[in-house]
C-alpha cells in the first residue's frame, strides 16, 4: 500500500502584495515625521557638550532664547509639516522638509539646554522680556547692537494667526503653495531680530553658535522664498 501523497498549496498569484494594501504617500511622510519628532530630544541629548566646564553659567538671554525661540520654531514646523504632507509641487516639499527636520532638531536642542539648566520649556510672563539693556549677561560678542525690548510681550513677531494657520490647513493646489510660502518668509522674517540679538548677547558659546547659524539658514531660506513667490506671481505678506 503507497503511501499518500502530500498535498501542497499553490500561492495564491492573485494576492495584493502588502504594500498594494497600504495608503503609501500621506502615511509614510507622517510616520517620518512621528519619527523624527519622538528622535530629535533624545538625539540631541546624546550630543550635548557636557564636558565642557569652562562654559560660563546661562544668562537671562539664554535662558529665554531658547524658550521663545522653541515655541517660535514649533509653528514652522506645523507649517512645513502642513505642506510637505498637502502640497504636489516638489519645490516646495523639499523647502518644507528641509525646513521641518532643521528646526524640529533644533528644537530639540533648546528644550535639552533647558533641561539641563534647571528651566522650564516656556516662560509664562510672556515673550521676548530677554532682550533689554539689563538681561544681565556679562558679554557682547559682536560689533552690532539689536532693538531691545521694554518688556515681555504677548506675542512673536511673524508667528501666524490662528485663522491663518486654519486657512493653510484647508488650502489646496497653488493656493496652498504661495500661502506656505507668504506666512513661512514673513514667520522667518519674525525670528531675526531674536536671532542676532542672542548671537550677540548670549554668554554660552553654544546658544551664540545656534543663534547665529539659524540666522544664515534663515536668511538663505527667505531669499529662496522671496524667488519662489515672484516665480508665482505673488508677493511678500506686509509684515506684522
Not at 12 to 30: I, K, M, Q
Not at 56 to 68: N, R
Not at 96 to 105: G, S, V
Not at 190 to 206: F, K, Q, R
Amino acid at each position: 500500500m503507497s503511501a499518500p501523497e502530500e498535498s501542497t498549496v499553490e500561492p495564491d498569484d492573485t494576492a495584493p502584495e502588502p504594500s498594494a494594501r497600504r495608503p503609501a504617500g500621506a502615511v509614510l511622510v507622517l510616520g517620518a515625521i512621528g519619527l523624527l519628532l519622538l528622535g530629535a530630544v533624545a538625539g540631541v541629548l546624546l550630543r550635548m557638550p557636557l564636558e565642557q566646564n569652562s562654559e560660563p553659567e546661562p544668562s537671562a538671554v539664554d535662558i529665554g532664547f531658547s524658550q521663545d525661540m522653541a515655541a517660535h520654531h514649533a509653528q514652522a514646523v506645523d507649517m512645513a509639516g502642513v505642506a510637505l504632507i498637502a502640497s504636489t509641487d516638489n519645490d516646495v516639499r523639499r523647502l518644507a522638509y528641509d525646513i521641518l527636520t532643521t528646526q524640529q532638531n533644533q528644537i530639540g536642542r533648546m528644550q535639552a539646554w533647558l533641561q539641563l539648566w534647571g528651566e522650564s520649556n516656556q516662560n509664562v510672563d510672556g515673550y521676548m522680556g530677554w532682550m533689554t539693556d539689563d538681561h544681565g549677561s556679562t558679554g557682547h560678542h559682536g560689533g552690532t547692537t539689536e532693538p531691545a525690548m521694554s518688556g515681555p510681550m504677548q506675542s512673536m513677531p511673524g508667528m501666524a494667526s490662528q485663522e491663518e494657520m486654519t486657512a493653510l490647513r484647508q488650502s489646496t493646489g497653488p493656493a496652498l503653495d504661495t500661502m506656505f510660502l507668504q506666512l513661512m518668509l514673513r514667520h522667518h522674517q519674525g525670528g531675526v531680530p531674536m536671532l542676532d540679538y542672542a548671537a550677540e548677547h548670549a554668554d554660552t558659546t553654544a546658544v551664540r553658535t545656534l543663534a547665529a547659524t539659524m540666522s544664515k539658514t534663515q536668511e538663505g531660506e527667505s531669499q529662496l522664498m522671496t524667488t519662489m513667490l515672484a516665480a508665482r506671481n505673488a508677493t511678500p505678506l506686509p509684515f506684522n
